[in-house]
């Protein structure tokens, strides 16, 4: 495929953690059915985002969208994801690499979380 979306989150010990991730993933493949998606992570679970990264080149992927799976912009998206992706891009200079905004600073998303929190505690 020449297009894919890598979804790239913290990652956390406990694999439980991942599920809404996956869920996002699977929900992002039914609206985007040209595009390959991959979830990676920062630390402590795989693949990593380079893992991902150098499969999807391997893959044939030519244009590589990456989303900040984060509720802001901390040091994680600041620092250590430039990092990550001069070095996707420096191994990989024929893809199309595209940073993507942080998915908790999308209005969207602050509106869904808004009207979730507004909700809560309340009974159906």
């Given at each position: 495929m020449p297009q894919a979306i890598i979804l790239f989150a913290h990652g956390a010990r406990d694999p439980a953690w991942s599920r809404p991730f996956e869920a996002v993933a699977e929900r992002l493949r039914v609206l985007q059915p040209d595009a390959e998606v991959r979830l990676a992570y920062l630390e402590f679970m795989s693949p990593s985002l380079l893992e991902a990264g150098h499969e999807l080149v391997q893959r044939g992927t030519t244009d590589i969208s990456?989303?900040?799976?984060?509720?802001g912009s901390g040091g994680h998206v600041r620092k250590d994801l430039p990092r990550l992706l001069a070095a996707l891009q420096q191994?990989?200079?024929q893809v199309t690499w595209t940073l993507q905004g942080t998915i908790g600073e999308a209005q969207g998303v602050i509106e869904a979380l808004?009207?979730?929190a507004a909700?809560?505690?309340r009974t159906p």
């Open positions: 990456i989303v900040p799976m984060f509720l191994q990989h200079r808004a009207r979730e909700g809560m505690g």
